[in-house]
T-cell receptor, first 112, second 113 residues
Framework: GQQLNQSPQSMFIQEGEDVSMNCTSS?????WLWYKQDPGEGPVLLIA?????ELTSNGRLTAQFGITRKDSFLNISASIPSDVGIYFC????????????FGRGTQLTVWP | DSGVTQTPKHLITATGQRVTLRCSPR?????VYWYQQSLDQGLQFLIH???????AKGNILERFSAQQFPDLHSELNLSSLELGDSALYFC????????????FGSGTQLSVL
């Protein structure tokens, strides 16, 4: 299947710091999405990107759809303790809407 | 709360058994997707139904099957269970169409002993 390489695997940061994570693929995707998963819950959509080069913000979160359509990054500014969780990137090729290929996740820990 | 309901939340069973996982999509959503999350494979797409019809299959084993009923709820049937089938199974629903956004349920944690 399509492999999304997500990095870093984990991050330990202090409250107030900015965070950056990214996702790369050898394949082109038509849509890039970023999800957050809390323990015992399903992934929750944070940001959806539909166009190469698109830069979208959702509060303290900013994500970009890479120009090559093979990568995306997510930035979190001024992190807070509730940002703790696992962040997943996901790509959609467009041939089957909703068929997402997920990265392996970035585990974020925020120290107060 | 995503509006997607999955039952049961936990399921413990033995190898060789058969189980059924149930999903009720958000009100108005016609699409139901099933995903499997395991430590070694991560989140993987299994199957997609839209308005009662199968639309796409992913990495779904032949021992697994699913259906979507007229009231749009869906069931995922897992049979001849093996230890390696232990995983979190998520259902997600969407409205269908361009730029469809998926809303995930809380999952069913399956433990095969």
């Amino acid at each position: 299947g399509q492999q999304l390489n997500q990095s870093p695997q984990s991050m330990f940061i202090q409250e107030g710091e900015d965070v950056s994570m990214n996702c790369t693929s050898s394949s082109i995707f038509n849509t890039w999405l970023w999800y957050k998963q809390d323990p015992g819950e399903g992934p929750v959509l944070l940001i959806a990107l539909y166009k190469a080069g698109e830069l979208t913000s959702n509060g303290r979160l900013t994500a970009q759809f890479g120009i090559t359509r093979k990568d995306s990054f997510l930035n979190i500014s001024a992190s807070i303790p509730s940002d703790v969780g696992i962040y997943f990137c996901a790509g959609e090729r467009g041939s089957t809407l909703g068929r997402l290929y997920f990265g392996r996740g970035t585990q974020l820990t925020v120290w107060p | 709360d995503s509006g997607v309901t999955q039952t049961p939340k936990h399921l413990i069973t033995a190898t060789g058994q058969r189980v059924t996982l149930r999903c009720s999509p958000r009100s108005g959503d016609l699409s139901v997707y099933w995903y499997q999350q395991s430590l070694d494979q991560g989140l993987q797409f299994l199957i997609h139904y839209y308005n009662g019809e199968e639309r796409a299959k992913g990495n779904i084993l032949e021992r697994f099957s699913a259906q979507q009923f007229p009231d749009l709820h869906s069931e995922l049937n897992l049979s001849s269970l093996e230890l390696g089938d232990s995983a979190l199974y998520f259902c997600a629903s969407g409205s269908g169409g361009t730029n469809e956004k998926l809303f995930f349920g809380s999952g069913t944690q399956l433990s095969v002993l």
